[in-house]
């Protein structure tokens, strides 16, 4: 019996879940039950799916849910419903190289300390065409890790990784209670950054989040990027760091509705501002691609008028990262 799920959470992929079912029919390991979710699709996501499966024999197990819940009640589903020690979720648009599931595997098999372990990401835009920058997150030692963790520091590790199901639901697993109904749906930002961070409290026993330094999959970023949350974003990463907090101190948790209601006038003012500066900085990189020399000086002139430190922070990471 595989020892590890594969799991795909689909909604409305069918342009991209075909090149991403061949992505994974076409890894060197495959040893894992392939699980998907259909997340209450309204186009012809299952289709073809089934379609793919037909003439690509495969174990693969395809569960459609009753009510549309949205990334992470999928996430969740899996964690609860998976029978295999450790989960691995590859997103219905992306593209994994062929030995990503053999070395995050071999990797978090041969230490029972890991929990989780992840790698680096390249970008490719929305037709598959490879463009600059990529998710280079994460510590690549435990010591890096233990050093973090002990630091009340947030766990930014991109979400392509395989963890341990049981250490994750011990902590709660994705999370989609105490959160507003309706969208946005809050629970399906920084998601990943939230298990992540409440697993990291688990350093005090020994155990680790690592990422292997290689690239292992193309992420695609689609041009409509534009339209993200950035204050739902900021809202959820000073929740998620509210908790750390309160749980290392022992005490109890805020809902994001609690820590959203907790919010002063002026901390809301300072955060719109802040997301103001993520989407005009944003619109400057798409202005630029499609060479609106003036449309990008004025929007990276008010992301840097809104929040110089983000502006600086993206260019750090992005452009003078090593790769």
């Known amino acids: 019996m595989p020892n590890l799920t594969l799991a795909i959470c689909v909604y409305n992929a069918e342009k991209y879940i075909k090149e991403t079912l061949e992505s994974v029919m076409a890894q ?12 209450c699709s309204t186009d012809d996501s299952v289709a073809v799916i089934e379609k793919f499966f037909n003439k690509n024999p495969r174990q693969y197990e395809l569960v459609n849910l009753p009510v549309n819940g949205g990334l992470s009640a999928g996430r969740r589903y899996v964690e609860e419903h998976a029978k295999t020690k450790y989960i691995m979720f590859v997103d219905a648009d992306d593209c994994p190289y062929p030995t990503l599931v053999e070395k995050l595997y071999n990797k978090i098999s041969s230490d029972n ?9 390249e970008y490719m835009d929305s037709k598959g065409g490879k463009i600059k920058g990529g998710i280079y997150l994460g510590e690549t030692t435990k010591e890096g890790f233990y050093e973090k963790a002990a630091k009340e520091k947030l766990i930014f590790m991109q979400p392509t990784a395989v963890y341990d199901r049981e250490v994750a639901l011990s902590v709660g697993g994705h999370n989609i209670t105490g959160f507003p109904c309706g969208k946005p749906r809050y629970q399906d930002l920084c998601e990943d950054l939230d298990l992540w961070t ?3 409290d688990l350093y005090k026993e020994g155990k680790a989040i690592i990422v292997v330094p290689e690239v292992l999959c193309r992420y695609r970023k689609h041009e409509n990027a534009m339209s993200s949350d950035s204050t739902g974003m900021i809202l959820r990463m000073r929740h998620i760091k509210k908790n750390l907090k309160l749980r290392r101190r022992g005490e109890k948790e805020h809902t994001f509705i609690e820590f959203r209601d907790s919010l002063s006038k002026q901390e809301l003012e300072k ?13 400057s990189y798409y ?4 060479g609106r020399v003036f449309t990008f000086i004025g929007k990276l002139t008010s992301s840097i008028y809104n929040n110089p430190s983000y502006f600086v922070d993206k260019i750090r990471h992005n452009i003078f990262k090593k790769k």
């Not at 202005?287 to 499609?290: D, I, T, V």
């Open 28 to 39: 060197t390991m495959q040893d894992f039950h392939l699980l998907i979710v259909n997340d």
């Open 113 to 121: 300390d890991l929990m989780a372990v992840g790698c680096h990401l």
């Open 198 to 200: 409440r697993m990291s």
């Open 271 to 283: 955060i719109e501002k802040d997301a103001k500066a993520a989407n005009t900085l944003r619109q």
């Open 287 to 290: 202005a630029l691609k499609k």
